[in-house]
C-alpha cells in the first residue's frame, strides 16, 4: 500500500509518499505555509498514493488512529484551542488533500496517542476533581509520533535489550522529551497543551501560572495576547531578543554575544533538567535519544547535555557527536553506562504503519 503522509507543522509543510516497505517514492517540502496559501502542492507528487495519513497534534481522548469523516473533522477543529498553532493547519491539509484526491481513504494519526499509556501520577494535574472532570483537565502529551518512531528506532539499532528505558528528546521549533519503557509513554514533559515543558523556539515552556495571572491582573495584559507572546514571542526567540533558530543562536553565542550566550544555556540548564526527570520516572536509563531538527543537526547541544549528565552515566565520544549531522549514528562514548544515539526523525514512517493498520486491505 502506498501511503501519503502529510505533516503539517506549526509552520511547515512535509508530503511523502512511502512504498510497502517505507522506501520514499515521492518527496514535497514547503518550508513556509499557512491555510491562505495556494494550496495546490499535491498537484507536485508525481506518485499516487492508495491511502493518505494525516499527522494530528491534537486527538483528545482518542487512542488510536481513526478514518477521516465529516465527524472526525468536526471533532478534531473542536480541539482548536487547545493546539491553536497547529490544529488549523491540519485540518486545512486534510481539506485540500481530500479535494486533491477524492475518493483516496485518509487517516488521522494523533501525536497524542502515544502518551494514552500514561500512568494516573504522570497524567493528572493537582487541580479540583470539578475541573478535571468537566474539562477533561490532564496531562495530553505532543510529538508522540516522533517519540513511537524513535524509541522503537532506537531499539532496532541496540536491540530491545538494551533499549528498555528510553529517553526520547525531539527537539526542532517545538520540543518535547519522553519517557518510554519498552516503547511505551510513561512520562513526557508536554501537558495539556503544546506549551508546556521545554525552551522551545518562539514557545516559553513552562512558567509559573501565577505569574501568568500576574500578568492578566496586575499588568492588565488581555489574556489574548499573553497567549500570542507565549506562543509566538518567548522561547529562544524572547531569550534573544531576535531569532528562534537555533543555529543563529549557536552562530552568536560563539562571537560571544550575551543574549545569545544565556538563552543556549537557559534551553541546556531546562533540557538537562527534564532528563534527569524522565530518567527518574523510568528508574534509571539504557539509551538517551536525540531527534528533531535541533537534535540531529546541532551538535553543540547535545555535547553539553550529555557533559551534564554525567552524574547518570552518560558520555558521548566527540568526534561521533561533531560528525553527526545527519542519519541515524551512534554517539556513545566509549565508557559510558548510557547508549546516546542520534535518530533521523521519521514521523512519515510512523503515519504510514498507522494509517496501513487502520485501513487494512480497504485502500
Known sequence: MRVL?????????????????DEVLDDVQIATWNEDDDNTFVEQLHVLPDAVG???????ERRDPILIDPGVEGDLA???????????????????????????????????????????????????????????????????LSHAYAARRAAEMLGREHARRA???????????????????VDTTMG????????????????????????????????????RQLETESGLAGLAQGSGDMRDVVAARARGEHRAVLAFDVYVHRLTREIAAMTAALGGLDVLVFTGGVGEHIPEVRHEAASRL????????GGRNAAARRGDANITGAASAVATVVIESRED??????TRATLGGRA
Request: glycine share 10%.
Open 167 to 185: 529517553v526520547t528528546c525531539h527537539l526542532g521549533a517545538g520540543a518535547s522529551l519522553c519517557a518510554s519503557l519498552e516503547n511505551r509513554s
Open 310 to 317: 554525567g552524574f547518570l552515566g552518560i558520555s558521548i565520544d
Open 78 to 144: 473542536a480541539l482548536t484551542s487547545l493546539a491553536p498553532i497547529h490544529q488549523p493547519l491540519a485540518l486545512a491539509a486534510i481539506r485540500v488533500v481530500r479535494h486533491a484526491l477524492p475518493g483516496v481513504p485518509a487517516v488521522a494519526c494523533f501525536d497524542t496517542a502515544y502518551h494514552a499509556s500514561l500512568p494516573d501520577a504522570a497524567a493528572t494535574y493537582a487541580l479540583p476533581a470539578a475541573w478535571r472532570e468537566r474539562y477533561g483537565l490532564r496531562r495530553y502529551g505532543f510529538h508522540g
Open 192 to 227: 495539556f497543551t503544546p506549551l508546556e515543558g521545554l525552551v522551545m523556539a518562539t514557545r516559553s515552556g513552562s512558567v509559573d501560572p501565577g505569574l501568568v495571572l500576574w500578568l492578566a491582573t496586575t499588568a492588565h495584559i488581555e489574556p489574548a495576547e499573553i497567549a
Open 5 to 21: 503522509a502529510v505533516n503539517a507543522g506549526s509552520s511547515s509543510l512535509k508530503l511523502r509518499v512511502l512504498g510497502t516497505d
Open 54 to 60: 494525516h499527522r494530528v497534534v491534537h486527538g483528545g
Open 349 to 354: 514512517v510512523e503515519i504510514a504503519r498507522q
